[in-house]
């Protein structure tokens, strides 16, 4: 047996948020782009005689239930408890509470993680659904690359890859709870739709200009309204040359997309001294037909 094994988790930016309606089951029907990026947060497992240990370099994250990578763990080890335990060391770097499915994709890189580890011969079918049982977002996170999700977005339809994007990740000093920004949606006064359409034409054609201008996110009207500060760096990113700015997810990230690395680190530079979470980022390369993506080591 593998004595460790080490995985990359991506966070998850949305290039549009569209929300269709509200479900019976309390979600929110959504159409929504999904994009991963290279802010990424560092898995590692090793096995253990029996139970769930996750130690971490963040002071922001619950090291027991509460923490989504627990959780997938005990979904997956209840199922097969001849496999053992497992220790979890979590390298933080993607912001918590800040729209980019850090926790997410945490469990999901544990899924596959323990799949690999020991060996558990769990499909992606599998994979997939156990993950959409921890949260929305995981099954994005497993299978990454650019994606519609629908549903509560769990439903996901591949795109192709495109150029990468250069971005710049703008989170104020201040988390949301997706659960309240979804909770506080008052879909009769949402007057504004991205058009995914329209973006996804754009994405096909790889067409940055039109995929900068069909940026898009409903959940913008509950957070900016709360948050005005986050209209003022979406005005401040288009000042600083960025083709056009959107919340991630629930917020409070703002993602400027830039023309390129040069004009995207200027602008990284300038935020740098306004803010303390500025992060210059590109979408995340799984490299071609690179079997041993996610996995950096086991
Ligand atoms: O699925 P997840 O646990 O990440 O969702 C967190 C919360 O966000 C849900 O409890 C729900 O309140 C809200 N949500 C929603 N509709 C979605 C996804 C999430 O209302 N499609």
């Given at each position: 047996?593998?004595?460790?094994?080490?995985?990359?988790?991506?966070?998850?930016?949305?290039?549009?948020?569209?929300?269709?309606?509200?479900?019976?089951?309390?979600?929110?029907?959504?159409?929504?782009?999904?994009?991963?990026?290279?802010?990424?947060?560092?898995?590692?497992?090793?096995?253990?005689?029996?139970?769930?240990?996750?130690?971490?370099?963040?002071?922001?994250?619950?090291?027991?239930?509460?923490?989504?990578?627990?959780?997938?763990?005990?979904?997956?080890?209840?199922q097969y408890p001849r496999a053992g335990g497992v220790e979890i060391f979590i390298d933080k770097k993607i912001p918590v509470g800040a729209g980019l499915a850090g926790g997410s994709t945490d469990a999901a890189a544990v899924m596959l993680g323990l799949n690999r580890l020991y060996n558990l011969g769990m499909d992606t079918g599998t994979l997939l659904e156990q993950g959409a049982i921890i949260g929305s977002d995981v099954p994005f996170c497993m299978t990454g690359g650019t994606a519609v999700a629908c549903g509560r977005g769990e439903i996901l339809t591949p795109m192709p890859e495109c150029n990468l994007l250069n971005m710049v990740l703008v989170k104020p000093d201040f988390q949301l709870s997706t659960a309240a920004v979804y909770g506080a949606l008052d879909l009769e006064k949402t007057g504004f739709h991205p058009n995914t359409t329209a973006f996804l034409e754009a994405w096909r054609k790889c067409d940055i200009i039109s995929i900068a201008c069909r940026l898009g996110n409903v959940l913008e009207t509950v957070s900016i309204k709360k948050h005005p500060v986050l209209e003022n760096i979406r005005q401040e990113m288009l000042d600083l040359r960025a083709l056009g700015a959107v919340m991630s997810g629930s917020g409070p990230t703002m993602v400027g997309i830039f023309a390129d690395r040069k004009t995207a680190a200027e602008a990284s530079q300038w935020f740098t001294t306004r803010y303390q979470e500025v992060y210059l980022v590109s979408s995340y390369d799984r490299g071609d037909g690179n079997e041993q993506k996610p996995f950096i080591a086991g």
């Open positions: 047996m593998l004595e460790e094994i080490i995985v990359e988790a991506p966070a998850k930016i949305n290039l549009t948020l569209d929300v269709i309606g509200k479900r019976t089951d309390g979600y929110h029907e959504l159409e929504t782009v999904m994009h991963q990026i290279n802010l990424v947060d560092i898995i590692r497992l090793k096995p253990s005689r029996e139970g769930i240990s996750i130690r971490t370099n963040s002071p922001n994250i619950p090291s027991g239930k509460d923490n989504l990578a627990y959780r997938a763990a005990l979904l997956v080890l209840e």
